[in-house]
């Protein structure tokens, strides 16, 4: 049994522009990573892919606006999953007036050398 404990000074802040914590991605579990990030008021992520990894977004508080693929804004609240298939372009905004939290589920786990920016393409 192994239990991954959340340690909120190792959040760091990405040039994707939200902030990660890594609360499990391990070479010993190459099948699931899972991260939490905080995206601020107003702010939208770098338009970007996964090569080879589904990602999903669990979202825990906040609101906020997803495109996936290239499609229009979609309204996203806690307890809302986004599936985002593997290779698909996704970014999402904070509409709301404090901090939009969700979960990142990647499998396999997320590895950086897969991480496709998409912003100025």
């Excluded at 099948?31 to 338009?47: D, E, K, Q, Y």
């Excluded at 669990?58 to 599936?83: H, K, R, Y």
Aim: charged share 20%; net charge negative.
């Amino acid at each position: 049994m192994t239990i991954c404990r959340w340690h909120p000074d190792d959040e760091f802040h990405t040039p994707e522009r939200c902030y990660i914590t890594e609360l499990q991605n391990k070479d010993t579990d190459p099948a699931c990573s899972i991260a939490r990030a905080r995206v601020l008021p107003g702010v939208t992520t770098r338009l970007h892919a996964l090569r080879g990894t589904t990602e999903r977004y669990v979202i825990l508080a906040g609101q906020g606006a997803v495109e996936i693929d290239g499609s229009g804004p979609v309204t996203v609240s806690p307890f809302d999953i986004v599936n985002i298939p593997s290779g698909i372009s996704q970014r999402i905004t904070n509409t709301g007036s404090s901090d939009l939290i969700f979960l990142c589920i990647c499998t396999p786990r997320f590895q950086r050398e897969n991480y496709l920016d998409l912003e100025n393409q």
